[in-house]
């Protein structure tokens, strides 16, 4: 019988399991780091109303559950298509009068935000 010698590894093959547990915490640290970039660049992080700057106001904001969707129940007849194309055409013509380049593109009003009076 012969004893079989360990064969020697590089030290990258030794620690691998290591080497990956790190890899896998950078890849994760630098996609948050894009995802918080993404989030402060993008102006999401001006409508946050979650976060701690915004205690004070959370309260005033309206919530509106008021959605005048088109009904997934009911007759799929002539009429039924007419409204939905109405409310289609309505909702389509609210996102297309934006002006994306214009500078109020963030204002309540740009976004059919309703402020309180």
């Not at 630098?30 to 995802?35: D, E, K, P, T």
């Not at 001006?46 to 509106?64: E, H, T």
């Not at 009429?79 to 939905?84: G, Q």
């Amino acid at each position: 019988m012969s004893e079989e010698q360990p064969e020697n590894h590089g030290i990258i093959s030794q620690h691998r399991f290591m080497l990956l547990i790190g890899l896998t915490i950078m890849i994760s640290v630098f996609l948050v780091g894009v995802a918080l970039a993404l989030y402060a660049s993008s102006g999401a992080a001006q409508l946050d109303l979650s976060r701690p700057g915004y205690v004070s106001v959370r309260d005033q904001a309206q919530r509106s559950n008021s959605f005048d969707g088109f009904s997934a129940s009911g007759t799929l007849d002539k009429a039924a298509i007419d409204e939905f194309r109405t409310m289609y055409t309505q909702q389509q013509e609210n996102a297309t009068n934006v002006d994306s380049f214009a500078g109020d593109v963030m204002s309540d009003k740009s976004l059919s935000i309703d402020a309180p009076k």
